[in-house]
């Protein structure tokens, strides 16, 4: 059960927040998924790359919520842009038919720099 909590931390940079995820994102944790990302669209940081590489599940509750956070990021003008997803997340994205609204990178600096 070592995968079951799920660590969040953010880096912030000139033009945007680089949040790395790792672990599970499941129903029992992704409110505080949801509320982390939320502290950062609610101070206006708009433009946000995830790091996925260490997300080793996602339900449809963390779905939810990065459709939520893109919503809210276009809004205030910016973008969320996916970096390095694990196999299983993309994997999940596209059978739900969300790898089409995200613009996915191999890592960090690229996505950064897409900015």
């Known amino acids: 059960m070592s995968d079951a909590a799920m660590n969040f931390s953010v880096e912030s940079m000139k033009r945007v927040e680089l949040v790395t995820v790792s672990g599970r994102i499941d129903s029992s944790n992704a409110a505080e998924f949801e509320g982390g990302l939320k502290q950062l669209t609610g101070t206006g940081r708009s433009n946000l790359v995830l790091n996925l590489a260490g997300v080793t599940y996602m339900s449809s509750a963390g779905l939810r919520t990065l459709v939520s956070t ?46």
């Open 70 to 115: 893109l919503k809210e990021c276009k809004r205030g003008g910016g973008d969320v842009r996916l970096a390095a997803p694990s196999e299983r997340v993309s994997e999940v994205l596209s059978l739900a038919g969300l790898d089409s609204l995200f613009k996915v990178f191999e890592d960090d600096t690229a996505a950064v720099g897409s900015f």
